[in-house]
């Protein structure tokens, strides 16, 4: 199962997106039960694409809570496939696409 | 002895009337098992007390959207300090530990059983036992405890295994008995007092000259000073009326949970744009709407926000504090 959960909804030619991202966002500065700190793991880049087109990219560091949650809007249509992506500090990545509706 | 053997004939009787129910004295009716029926309504762990019934998680998708998510959030998140539903797992053992339905629940019988009891908050026992079936397959979904294609009735929903089941056990300790002592006792002069609960309340500041700061402004000193210029700066921006002043008690219990966040397609407190609009239709119909419920291109305003012990007089305040905050 992705990581990334989308709704997308279309009204008035504007799509109204909103994304929770699973991850645990590790800032590398926590330490843990052993007194070591818990290496940082956080996202980096998250990019939204519609059409073949960015629609919105954003560069996270580790001020961003866990489990981040986003919400963004723009210019699209009912039926339009929005692609979400991230790309985090450990080089891993994950992507979702679901339909506007 | 004696006063036991007395109790005896009376237990006999009550247990005897008890099992002819309508009996000698002819009060009551036996409950027909319709009645009992309408009450037993709980649902166990192994699935005892599901009904028929069928719901997808396609279905709860669109019912969780209209009727959980203005308080649980798209994603189980939670708006505002309403319970959060999904996530969390991982933290039971840390020092915020996140509970869950998928972190910390044991059971999934508790969540058909909790839904179809006391949900949606402001209309509990309004949902079919389908839509009851679909919303818990929805929250199962959110969090990864199922797939998209999962569809629930009696059978599979008995058969979802929960993460933390495992972490649930029967606590087999033997109660400890505190018996009074009578003959053979320690003696109290003996005993040696260890420690005593003392100095946890911090009283320093209370007394005179004792050079100790009150603790609530410790690390904090500039807490005071800063609510008081917000206040100032509130009451230069927007001199509210008489009935908004009232109002803003109902805002803060009933409107606020939708309208400061602008969730549910409510349009924000002292967000000018969404509000033209609707201003411009006039009190009337703006308290009409509030009053009796709407249902708008943007989303539903439930009848007083569902909280029906509020007076339409509540409700008109409230309107008046929103308004004239937002224009």
Not at chain 2, 34 to 55: F, N, Q, S
Not at chain 2, 114 to 138: C, F, N
Request: aromatic letters at 8%; charged letters at 25%; proline letters at 5%.
């Amino acid at each position: 199962m992705s990581s990334i959960r989308i709704k997308a909804k279309e009204r008035n030619g504007s799509v109204d997106v909103k994304t929770l991202m699973k991850h645990k966002m590790e800032t590398g500065l926590r330490k843990g039960k052993d007194g070591k700190k818990i290496p940082e793991h956080w996202i980096t880049d998250v990019t939204a694409e519609s059409g073949g087109k960015v629609v919105f990219a954003a560069a996270f560091n580790t001020s961003i809570s866990k489990d981040p949650y986003l919400a963004f809007k723009f210019a699209g249509k009912k039926g339009d496939m929005v692609k979400i992506s991230w790309k985090d500090s450990q080089g891993k990545t994950d992507s979702a696409e679901t339909k506007v509706k | 002895m004696f006063r036991f053997l007395r109790l005896i004939p009376l237990v006999l009787v009550m247990t005897f009337s008890v099992i002819v129910s309508a009996g000698p004295l002819g009060i009551g009716s036996v409950a027909t098992p319709e009645m009992i029926a309408g009450w037993d309504i709980d649902v166990r762990p192994d699935g005892t007390g599901l009904p028929d019934g069928v719901g997808s998680v396609a279905e709860g998708e669109g019912l969780y959207e209209a009727k959980c998510a203005s308080c649980h959030g798209l994603f189980g998140e939670g708006e505002g300090r309403w319970p959060v539903l999904a996530g969390g797992e991982g933290t039971l053992d840390t020092l915020h530990p996140e509970k869950t339905v998928g972190s910390y629940w044991p059971y999934a019988s508790t969540l058909w059983d909790y839904i179809h009891r006391a949900m949606p908050y402001t209309a509990p026992q309004s949902l079919t036992d389908d839509e009851t079936y679909s919303i818990s397959a929805y929250v199962l979904y959110l969090n990864d405890i199922v797939d998209d294609e999962f569809v629930a009735n009696r059978e599979t929903f008995a058969r979802v295994k929960m993460p933390n089941e495992e972490n649930f056990y029967v606590d087999n300790r033997p109660d400890s008995k505190n018996e009074r002592c009578f003959e053979n006792c320690a003696d109290p002069k003996a005993f040696e007092i260890v420690t005593t609960i003392n100095g946890l309340t911090p009283t320093g500041h209370f007394k005179e000259d004792s050079g100790v700061a009150a603790n609530h402004y410790d690390g904090n000193p500039s807490a005071a000073s800063e609510s008081g210029i917000s206040k100032v700066k509130n009451d230069t921006k927007i001199v509210l009326s008489d009935k908004a002043n009232l109002g803003k008690g109902v805002y803060d219990m009933a409107c606020q949970a939708c309208h400061n966040p602008g969730i549910a397609g409510a349009p924000k407190t002292g967000d000018k744009a969404a509000w033209v609009s609707r201003i411009d239709q006039g009190m009337d119909v703006l308290n009409g709407h509030a009053i009796n419920g709407y249902q708008g291109a943007d989303g539903v305003m439930p009848a007083k926000g569902g909280n029906m012990s509020l007076s339409n007089d509540d409700v008109i305040n409230a309107v008046a504090f929103m308004v004239e905050l937002s224009r």
